[in-house]
């Protein structure tokens, strides 16, 4: 094993709510345009949310041909589509010398619910034998990292992490691993997600996690801030491209940033609700710093998980604040779901070329629709405008149902 190897972001792709490329994303996520609107694609009448952040211009027959869009639920396309975004990005060549180095870990938190959805109708109205020989292939979780390496070639590691969530910034985490420990050279990493269906908004809305602000859906997320009531349901997908930093060097790679910490744990404490100390949070974050040899006072900004949910907004701040001491009122801090909406397996994925992005640009993105103060969020959340600043080591951080934490740290290269 060899501990000295790096790992660097050459390539970012993405589908999302503010925009389908990056450079259409991060100019609409700096201006603090927001993605949210009312859901008119399925029936959302007696459900007490009615709004999300759906991806708009986005056709599958522009992307693929109808039997591979037949074949391909919406997460998988998305998955795909950024796939091919990021590797371009990147400039890298897969070759029939290096396809066995090159792998994919692509999470997902709920996978084909569109699908399965329609089948289910089919079961009950027609009868199993008329059930598509494509039901199982395309609700799996897994064929989003499937499918990508089968476009690419790619025949390395190949993975799907399902922690709701959580799920993108592990992906990342593990890819991470993956290349520093030998077993690879590059990676395709993140997360996508497409579960703004029928059954996705009932569930969470009758479980009474989703804003209700139905008449402003703009104004709807608005993580940290006082009058916060639930999360937006967002869908799209973000991949990174991943490669061992000397292998990068020579080929004279474009390095957006390096990544050199991940740290996870579990809560162990509820299905749903965080522990109310923040402490899982704290473990994450610690262990990212500590697998960095960063300490707290280096970190210039957080990329917070954000939700906008009364729990999550509070417990997140007292973890930054037990984690970091008095350097977390120094910290800049922002949520991108203030604009993009929660993209739940996706949401790590989109955040970390965010956070990425931050780091090479110098400007942090704010969080918008911040307009009360939460005396139990008193930090300094970047409110409403984008913040010029040089970044040099920030934090992405995701929290997902059952408990799960992880934090990925990136560093100016």
């Not at 709004?51 to 919406?74: C, L, P, S, T, W």
């Not at 064929?143 to 690419?152: S, W």
């Not at 799907?160 to 590059?186: L, M, P, Q």
């Not at 139905?214 to 993580?223: D, I, M, T, V, Y």
Request: proline share 3%; with cysteine.
């Amino acid at each position: 094993m060899n501990m000295e190897r790096r790992v660097v972001i050459t390539g970012m792709g993405l589908i999302t709510p503010i925009g389908n490329d990056v450079e259409t994303f991060w100019t609409n996520l700096c201006a603090g345009r927001s993605g949210a609107c009312t859901i008119t694609h399925i029936d959302t009448d007696g459900l007490s949310s009615k709004i999300g952040a759906v991806v708009r211009d986005y056709e599958a027959e522009q992307h693929f041909d109808k039997k591979e869009a037949r074949k391909n639920e919406r997460f998988v396309q998305f998955a795909m589509v950024a796939s091919r975004q990021a590797i371009q990005d990147s400039g890298f060549q897969i070759t029939d010398e290096n396809r066995d180095r090159v792998g994919a870990i692509i999470g997902c938190g709920i996978g084909g619910l569109q699908t399965i959805e329609e089948q289910h109708t089919v079961l009950m109205t027609k009868g199993g034998k008329r059930i598509s020989p494509f039901l199982i292939p395309k609700i799996i979780t897994n064929m989003a990292a499937g499918a990508v390496a089968i476009e690419m070639g790619a025949r390395g590691p190949n993975s799907c992490i399902v922690t709701a969530c959580a799920s993108g910034t592990h992906s990342i985490g593990e890819s991470y691993h993956v290349i520093k420990r030998g077993d690879a050279d590059a990676m395709f990493a993140g997360g996508t997600e497409a579960a703004i269906t029928a059954m996705g908004l009932a569930g969470f809305s009758n479980m009474h996690a989703l804003t209700t602000r139905n008449a402003e859906p703009e104004r709807a997320s608005r993580p940290f801030d006082r009058e916060r009531d639930g999360f937006l349901m967002g869908e799209g997908a973000g991949i990174l491209f991943l490669e061992e930093y000397e292998k990068a060097r020579k080929r004279g790679a474009r390095i957006y940033a390096e990544i050199v910490g991940y740290g996870m744990s579990c809560d162990a404490y509820h299905v749903t609700a965080p522990a109310p100390d923040g402490d899982g949070a704290v473990r994450a974050l610690r262990a990212a710093l500590h697998s960095a040899g960063i300490n707290p006072e280096e970190v210039d900004y957080i990329n917070a998980h954000g939700t906008s949910t009364l729990l999550n907004d509070k417990l997140e701040t007292l973890g930054i604040k037990t984690a970091f001491g008095d350097h977390a009122y120094k910290l800049s801090i922002s949520s991108n779901k203030s604009m993009i909406g929660h993209l739940l397996g996706a949401a790590g994925g989109v955040e970390a070329i965010a956070t990425a992005l931050t780091i090479v640009r110098g400007v942090i993105p704010p969080t918008i629709n911040y307009e009360y103060p939460d005396p139990e969020c008193d930090l300094d959340y970047v409110p409403n405008t984008a913040r010029e600043k040089e970044t040099r080591v920030a934090l992405s951080n995701s929290l997902g149902f059952g408990g799960h934490n992880c934090t990925i740290a990136l560093k100016k290269i």
